[in-house]
DNA sequence: TATAATATGCTCAAAATGAGTATATATAAA
DNA sequence: TTTATATATACTCATTTTGAGCATATTATA
């Protein structure tokens, strides 16, 4: 068994979520667009331009932090003032010239990715953190308003054009079936939780901006002539959200999946809202995530007979209708049931 | 934003699994015992022994692997012969000392747990590798004959015990919800999938050989004198399975809940089995997975209503009783529903 | 005072689940 | 050959959960 050499560096991501007036947002940082330029290849930097638009990240620093988790806690404060409550590890990305250094002899670039869900949305410290709204770099997983247009009108059409340029008969067939699940068909449903499996199926038909940038990139390199790039599939991008920097969008894919999975089975929309909530507060912070509209009467039922909430005894003051009553958290429940959560529909889209 | 530097190693792990006679296995390779002790403290090496059972573990050679996972495909295939089909990221572990030659100068050693889920176990390759039942290292997780003698003779006892040691009445208060959650109580059911939850209370409280162990190589370290252990918990550690190398049983605990979760969402069952089986067989590995029995008609409702397999046609021939049916698995379950699963029960224990 | 908006309570059918009983088809034993 | 035993499979039935909707309550505002 060989000893591990060093040849790579550990970096940490933080994809860090709040809810606010019914839209889910992520906080995110600028990013200058020339660190991704290296001195070996300046005169084509610009070719092709990465997105500004990146999600925090710090080095790790094995010396100085005892766990990653801590090290993402320590710089994120430092970053953003904020400090991170509930914090769970995503994934870790460490596929070949996601950093595009590599590819000017940098070193390879693995990134653990975390979540964090916070109440509060402090107007973000150190200058250029930003929240913002995780549909625009998702446009087509926003259901609230009904089946969003881009889907019938640019991704299915894109994908098919996409599909019968390919030859292979064999590849063909699996990727129209790997289409099929990630965004349905007439007898099936669209599945809440493929939020990754779409973005790479986009990804891999070139219908995403990162797509036409790497493929730029990798052109730029080799020397080859710049790739003759679709110009259906550059519209396609245009309409298929903002791009972020390196493969900061699959990782906020990743996570946005991670995040709608886990609301069936544990508590965690409670980490987003104050301690105090109304149960419709309670709802709309469960349907921004879901991207889904819920059964008002439905939801009710379910958190409180499934011993999610208790009422407080207090009613909301302001409003329009009939006040709200004030529930919290049981947090009993984690010890009563063995999945506490509140569960998505298969495809619902009621109001 | 500060450049990563590079202080830390990357290694990978591998949980590789199958299921054979009933018993669900994980492939363990020896590891040197003395690989643990470093020259510059060779001599208080013998107070502690780290066991010789791991996990497949190899470096990552960013150079030579476009992915993580090809790394890992690459020296399993080589040290094992085995060629994995599925596989899954679990985990990144990077705590400080998880590798204790940090203690002695060594880098930090951050490693990447990637689940791989196999058919046939050929004798496994490269000499020092071997299957064992994964309940051999959570002996309180198997269900399958009912609730182990374990849990109520010495975990419960034990960490009471324990709890009662406690001063801080606040972090007692902690401890004892987080047991409740665990383990249960007379009112709340036993959570299959809290493999991870438990194991850290049962290290936390001392109960695991590698806390014992660990509590020592500290101690050896820092210079102090062994720390005096409870020959009660030394017991405890006794009945509580076999221990591992590093902190390889708490990545195992890991991968054992991370699977139980997945059976209930995703036909991962499949990759476990032949291409044809029987009900009973795909009941005894979901059983063997889940450390739980399952009642037989409504699994077979469940798995043939829930278009989960098709029949083949052909039945089985050995056998005492009637010959079964042979099925197969129905891949387009994949596109119709959302959450393909075989789902375990909340607590069932019947015949 | 009427109207709109929201909260909350309740009903009802359909589907899913848990627990059995009954029957079919094989091997092994008497 | 018959009987016992083991397994597979079919079917029933009560209970729970879910999906959908109607009805009523309580507030602000026109």
């Known amino acids: ?3 591990p050499r060093a040849p790579a560096v550990i970096g940490l991501n933080a994809i860090i979520i709040a809810v606010t007036d019914e839209v889910p947002r992520i906080l995110t940082v600028q990013r200058a667009a020339h660190s991704l330029a290296t001195p070996a290849q300046k005169g084509e930097a610009e070719a092709w331009a990465d997105s500004p638009v990146a999600l925090p990240f710090g080095p790790f620093d094995p010396d100085q932090h005892r766990t990653l988790e801590l090290g993402l806690h320590n710089w994120v404060e430092q970053q953003t003032g904020l400090n991170l409550g509930y914090v769970e590890q995503l994934y870790t990305f460490g596929d070949r010239y996601r950093d595009p250094r ?44 009904g089946r969003p247009d881009v889907i019938d009108q640019t991704i299915r059409p894109s994908l098919q054009m996409w599909l019968d340029g390919i030859d292979d008969g064999r590849s063909r067939q699996t990727y129209q079936e790997r289409i099929s699940i990630a965004f349905g068909t007439d007898t099936a449903p ?5 939020v990754l499996e779409r973005y790479e199926l986009l990804y891999e038909a070139g219908m995403i901006g990162e797509a036409v940038r790497d493929a730029q990139i990798r052109a730029a390199i080799t020397g080859e002539a710049t790739p003759p790039t679709d110009p259906e599939m550059l519209a396609a991008a245009e309409a298929l959200g903002t791009p972020m920097a390196l493969d900061n969008r ?41 991207g889904v509209r819920l059964h008002k009467q439905n939801f009710r039922r379910l958190v409180i007979n499934g011993g999610l909430v208790e009422p407080t005894g207090q009613r909301e003051s302001q409003g329009r209708g009939r006040p709200a009553e004030l529930f919290r958290f049981r947090r009993e429940v984690m010890s009563e049931r063995p999945a506490p959560g509140v569960g998505l529909p298969a495809v619902r889209i009621i109001g």
């Open 1 to 3: 068994m060989a000893e």
């Open 102 to 145: 590599e590819q000017a002899g940098g070193p390879r670039l693995v990134s653990v990715g975390y979540i964090a869900l916070v109440r509060q949305v402090p107007v973000s410290g150190a200058g250029e953190a930003e929240w913002r709204n995780w549909y625009e770099f998702f446009p087509w997983e926003d259901w609230r308003e």
């Open 190 to 194: 669209w599945d809440f939780e493929r």
């Open 250 to 290: 699959r990782i906020l894919a990743t996570a946005l999946g991670r995040i709608r999975g886990k609301l069936k089975y544990r508590p965690v929309v409670f980490d987003l809202l104050p301690p105090v909530f109304t149960l419709l507060q309670l709802q709309r912070v469960v349907e921004a995530l879901g």
